[in-house]
């Protein structure tokens, strides 16, 4: 395995680009501060350089919190912040130390936004993990339709989008009057369970009339990943691990 230091010396840092990104984002955006420990054994388990947006976002961050906090992108938090947003080694289950035959076999879960839809960045075989899309691309598990979606994108262009108001399109029919004010009070930790479920019909036909609790992501995903089990019969794979997460404790 190549050592941090390695990782981290590349001739074209990925980051000052991706900060100019952040600076001219069309949405709010905030960058939490890393920890140090945390992004040297998340860089050496992922084996990426600090060249892709990916590593600098592991690096550089303990996360992003993006559009009011709709979209959460996973980083290397540092320990005062880690109630707040978990971080990617951690939803991910990565080892304690980084092993060099370990991998996730189902993708890289690297975002979640407040419905508990799930952004994955596919591994080397996607259709073995019964994932659609390419290796290398990002999937979304669709909170309205409880199915993956092949988004056609790297990690990359799928983060440029996402700061450039990407979301505002992707979201249509999923945001209600108001929703700004209803995530900005959110940690990381949690999400909001919408009754009506945003999958059911009553949920289409009037989203402003439904009713929405914050919740523990972990129990989002969870009854995202049951739902579907239920209504189509499919286990839709791991949609990421909040386990020790304290989730801003109420």
Known sequence: MRLFENLASTRRPAWPELQSLVSGASVTVEVLAPDAATARRTLEQLQVTTSSYLGAVVVHTGGLLIDHGWLRVYGSPSSGDADRLIGLAAVNGFPASPEPSWFPGHGLVVAHDVLGGTFVLNGHDPEAAGRPGKPGEMIYLAPDTLQWEPLDVGHAAWLAWA??????????????????????????????????????????????????????????????????????GVDVGPLGSFEGHTADPR
């Open 163 to 232: 700061l450039g108001g990407g979301l505002e399109d992707f979201t249509e029919g999923l945001r209600w009057h108001g929703w700004e004010a209803e995530t900005r009070e959110l940690g990381g930790g949690r999400g909001l369970n919408v009754f009506p479920p945003l999958w059911s019909r009553q949920a289409h036909e009037d989203l402003d009339a439904t009713s929405r609790r914050d919740v523990p992501m972990a129990e989002l995903v969870e009854m995202a990943r049951s739902a579907a089990a239920q209504i189509d």
